[in-house]
């Protein structure tokens, strides 16, 4: 059996706020660490039957940086949750939930700069 490791740096500044996320997987053709301003992370507990989860961003992510990783995590869950189920209709609310999601915070952007 094969085995890959993904390691996952997190740099905290004085004040313990991630200042650096960066992260590299061993069965990855990259040979450096790549940098990320967000992460989220989660394990399925089966014996709780409960999530657990690591959500972190570095103070140099922006709102709007913010959003958009929120709107493409949100519709690559859909797809995910469609490949385990296959249940379209199901993922096709999910995609539109994050659609609206991100049509939402683009107009309070517009409006927050008028």
Do not use: G
């Not at 500044?13 to 450096?32: F, L, M, N």
């Not at 990320?36 to 690591?54: E, G, Q, T």
């Not at 519709?75 to 296959?86: I, S, V």
């Not at 096709?92 to 939930?97: A, R």
């Amino acid at each position: 059996m094969h085995t890959s490791t993904i390691t996952i740096n997190v740099k905290l500044d004085e004040d313990k706020v991630p200042d650096q996320i960066e992260w590299k997987a061993s069965s990855s053709t990259a040979d450096e660490y790549q940098k990320a301003n967000a992460m989220m992370v989660a394990f399925w507990d089966a014996a709780d039957k409960s999530a657990l989860r690591i959500d972190l961003w570095t103070k140099d992510m922006m709102v709007d940086e913010m959003a958009d990783f929120f709107y493409q995590t949100m519709t690559t869950m859909a797809d995910t949750y469609l490949r385990a189920t296959q249940q379209q209709e199901l993922s096709d609310d999910m995609k539109k939930f994050a659609k609206d999601f991100f049509h939402k915070f683009r107009l309070t952007q517009q409006q927050q700069n008028q």
